[in-house]
């Protein structure tokens, strides 16, 4: 495996959750929020899940060794993964909330305001910087621990790579 096809798979998950996110944005525009509540996002965080640890545990410590003073793009992705992560949290608690479907809403936009430029800059930057800064020899290693954390996250998953 080259380091092409690595990112490019990194890649097909995010059109993954682009579609998702376009679903749920239709969701909000039907105000639709049983289905964003009981489908969309579910399905959303269980991808992102999954998607985030490859990131954050795998290539992520992976490109912070070949950065040199670059580091700071991937802290940069890290911190994000962690506003992203709190969205959901702020999502879940939505739910009880009494102005609950005028807060999952705005939590809901919140969040995808916030995933968007993420995935893009994901896209654009940050794999284009593994593919020319992270030695080909490593993406062997880096594809098995990937495919450790979807066989990990396979009992409910619904896409795999």
Not at 11 to 34: F, G, P, V, W
Not at 64 to 93: N, P, W
Request: hydrophobic share 35%; with cysteine.
């Amino acid at each position: 495996m080259n380091t092409n096809a690595l990112t490019h798979a990194l890649r097909e998950e995010h059109k993954t959750i682009l579609e998702i996110i376009s679903q749920i944005e239709k969701h909000l525009k039907n105000a639709d929020y049983k289905v964003l509540q009981s489908c969309s996002i579910p399905q959303l965080k269980e991808i992102l899940d999954r998607h985030l640890e490859k990131e954050d545990e795998v290539l992520f410590p992976m490109l912070q060794r070949y950065l040199g003073m670059d580091k700071g793009v991937v802290k940069a992705m890290q911190t994000e993964h962690r506003e992203i992560e709190a969205c959901f949290s702020a999502i879940s608690e939505s739910k009880s909330c009494t102005s609950g479907d005028s807060k999952l809403a705005l939590d809901t936009k919140h969040m995808i305001r916030l995933l968007k430029p993420h995935l893009s800059k994901e896209d654009n930057v940050l794999f284009w910087l593994a593919e020319i800064k992270v030695p080909e020899y490593h993406y062997e290693t880096l594809t098995k621990q990937m495919d450790k954390i979807d066989v990990k996250h396979l009992p409910k998953a619904k896409f795999r790579r």
